[in-house]
């Protein structure tokens, strides 16, 4: 039974809070989630990636191997991406690839793993989803636009808030507590500013394409957390970090990926990936709570 009621403290917060956001923007249509965007984007992800790195208790150790766990997990949701699509006789493989590759790490992810091991799974949390931001502005941009644009990731203050902690990480050295308490605070914020988001964009994001959204949101829902699954098993990873690596293998596409489509890629490409992240989203609503489920039973 306490498993259960754990189960319940760590997912309600996170779907009510979409819930809020969903209401919102049914009641509202015309709300608008700009100020939301870029707060995250220049403000509220910046402080966040710096308090959940720097302030959390995790080494740099775990966070250097997590990056690259993860990295290999983006390397393998490629491979079943590119299989998937092309089995759907998919014309562009490139644009349509980034939400098969790219899970929400950071919108549900990141706060998920927080209420379930707490500080610690936090700093776990945020190493996966420092990668994940960094390969959106990066690999994303490129599959997108089919072109490398290095004048994205230099003008992009998640990159420079990754770099900045992983060095304080790296030669230990602490931050200031007004520094580590305004980051907190920050992030906070930023956690339930875009999980409300979510519920907002869900009300937008339309599906165009029923069969292929369903091929390609079951292949991210069943295949992540079999990937999730295989990195443990491979590297031998035990405790709460294995569990944060499975929860974070276990998102749906995110948002982030029909935020640069629809700034680089043609509209039929963008209405592709917005079906695929409503789909996967609505699916990862039944999934969710059988992985964290499984992660908490096994990966405390």
């Known amino acids: 039974m306490e498993i259960y009621i754990k189960l319940f403290e760590v997912l309600f917060p996170v779907f009510f809070v979409v819930g809020i956001g969903y209401y919102l923007g049914k009641t509202n249509p015309k709300i608008d989630t700009t100020f939301i965007t870029s707060f995250a984007a220049n403000i509220g992800t910046p402080a966040m990636v710096i308090y959940a790195i720097t302030s959390t208790g995790i080494n740099f150790e775990i966070f250097r191997d ?9 390397a393998l949701f490629a491979l079943v991406g590119i299989f998937t699509l092309y089995l759907l006789k998919t014309k562009d493989i490139v644009r349509e690839l980034p939400p098969l590759i790219f899970p929400n790490t950071g919108n549900m992810g990141l706060p998920i793993c927080m209420f379930a091991y707490g500080s ?20 994303g ?29 790296f030669y230990g050295i602490k931050l200031p507590v007004f520094v580590v308490n305004t980051t907190e605070w920050l992030m906070y914020v930023t956690i339930f500013l875009i999980l409300m988001s979510l519920g907002i964009a869900l009300t937008r994001l339309k599906v165009f394409s029923l069969t292929n959204a369903l091929i ?28 944060v690596l499975l929860i974070q293998c276990s998102m749906p596409s995110a948002v982030l990926n029909y935020l640069v489509g629809s700034i680089y890629s043609p509209k039929k490409i963008v209405d592709s990936i917005a ?26």
Do not use: E, Q
Not at 66 to 74: D, G
Not at 120 to 139: E, M, P, Q
Not at 218 to 227: L, N, V
């Open 120 to 139: 610690k799974g936090l700093g776990v949390s945020a190493s996966i989803t420092s990668l994940i931001i960094l390969c959106h502005f990066t690999l």
């Open 66 to 74: 997590y990056f690259w766990y993860y990295l290999l997990a983006i």
């Open 275 to 300: 079906s695929t992240i409503v789909v996967s989203t609505l699916i990862s609503f039944v999934t969710i709570p059988i992985v964290v489920y499984i992660a908490l039973r096994f990966f405390s």
């Open 141 to 169: 941009v490129f599959l997108a636009d089919r072109k490398f644009n290095l004048n994205v990731i230099l003008k992009n203050p998640p990159f420079y808030a990754i770099i900045f902690s992983a060095i304080m990480l």
């Open 216 to 243: 390609s949101s079951f292949t991210r829902m069943i295949i992540g957390p079999a990937i999730g699954f295989f990195l443990i098993f491979i590297f031998n990873l035990k405790g709460f970090a294995a569990g």
